[in-house]
């Protein structure tokens, strides 16, 4: 991550059409977001048994994610992110599954996303 002049850490950086940062969510029924220092979350949902979509405040011509549970044993976090263009936000769905591959809530899990915005 980026620092600053001084050499403090910051947790976002934004430079030459590119963000890249982390944020955490609580999966929790309703999910709450837990740590987002650059403030780029709209909004979090579950829709469905283990499936959270993340709206992101800004467009992004293209996202990259990547996802891991780092809390609960056993339990897996994959990542897509959806860049439609237009006047639709940006979406990042995390799908959390156990280790047989079936979908768990995965509850109280924290979860950490690494993610790249790229403005063209």
Known sequence: M???????????????GVTVGSFRITANTPPTVQDDP???????ARTGVGVY??????RYARVHA???NNSVAGLVTSVSATVPG?????????????????????A????????YGYDS
Do not use: M
Request: glycine share 14%; aromatic share 4%; net charge positive.
């Open 2 to 16: 980026a620092t600053t002049e001084k050499g403090q850490y910051r947790p976002y950086s934004h430079a030459r």
């Open 38 to 44: 650059g403030g780029i979350i709209a909004s979090v």
């Open 53 to 58: 979509v993340i709206t992101l405040k800004r």
């Open 66 to 68: 990547l996802g891991n």
């Open 86 to 106: 237009g006047t639709v936000a940006n979406t990042i769905t995390l799908q959390i599954v156990n280790a047989a591959g079936a979908a768990n809530d995965g």
């Open 108 to 115: 109280g899990s924290i979860n950490t996303v690494a993610f």
